[in-house]
């Protein structure tokens, strides 16, 4: 049983546009959603993380959208570009056992 | 300071064999996860382990086993093999067991890819 439902699979994102990640999770007991970013032949590496009293995170272009009550977040990439390339990973975590989505593969067309 | 380190990067197996892939963490890196990452399914826990214990364990059969050493250097084991363990085994690192109000980053290495003919 996928414990973080992760969408879309795929995402092909024209450069400059907005690219969204989604991920839905129902274990209340998660304290902690990071993303990761895995680029061909490397580990997954973090790229933002929050946790769940707040709504909203943003770091650079990167920004995390949390909704406590739908038990829902996102993954919003602005001004997106080639560089972006990547197979995203969201996940939950609860102690020190981390539940990762099934991975959204990202390409930015130039 | 040099990251997470796994080896072999890569193997060729055949079913039946078994294969032990190692996992040093980032100094001073005490808990060990490994994760095994397949396409459509994303990464899997397998388990972690924290000063020679382990403290979890995923939802995999007895085939898979792990340890961890004085030096907080890991292996995991797989016995058996069977097609569908073909995969990447991803080792992840952090500092400590996630307290609530600490991050806990998992830092991975790069992964051992395992082809089972």
């Known amino acids: 049983q996928q414990q973080v439902k992760q969408s879309p699979q795929s995402l092909i994102v024209q450069k400059g546009g907005i690219s969204i990640i989604n991920c839905a999770y129902e274990?209340?007991?998660?304290?902690?959603f990071p993303w990761y970013q895995q680029f061909p032949g490397k580990g997954p590496a973090l790229l933002i993380a929050?946790?769940?009293?707040?709504s909203e995170k943003k770091e650079g272009r990167f920004t995390i959208s949390f909704n406590k009550s739908a038990k829902q977040f996102s993954l919003h990439i602005m001004d997106s570009q080639p560089g972006d390339s990547a197979t995203y990973f969201c996940?939950?975590?609860?102690?020190?056992?981390?539940?990762f989505g099934t991975g959204t593969s990202l390409t930015v067309i130039p | 300071k040099a990251g997470v380190t796994q080896t072999p990067r890569y193997l060729i197996k055949t079913r039946g064999q078994q294969v032990t892939l190692s996992c040093s963490p980032i100094?001073?890196?005490?808990?060990v996860s490994w994760y095994q990452q397949t396409p459509g399914q994303g990464l899997q826990f397998l388990f972690e382990?924290?000063?020679?214990?382990?403290?979890n364990k995923g939802n995999f059969p007895g085939r898979f086993s792990g340890r961890q050493f004085s030096n907080s250097r890991s292996e995991m084991n797989v016995s058996t093999l069977e097609l569908g363990d073909s995969a990447l085994y991803l080792c992840?690192?952090?500092?400590?067991?996630?307290?609530?109000?600490?991050?806990?980053?998992?830092?991975f290495g790069e992964g051992s890819r395992l082809t089972v003919l």
């Open positions: 274990n209340t007991a998660f304290d902690y």
């Open positions: 996940a939950a975590s609860t102690g020190n056992q981390f539940y």
């Open positions: 382990y924290f000063s020679e214990t382990q403290r």
């Open positions: 992840a690192s952090s500092l400590f067991l996630r307290a609530t109000g600490d991050t806990g980053e998992l830092f």
């Open positions: 929050i946790r769940p009293d707040v």
């Open positions: 100094s001073g890196h005490r808990s």
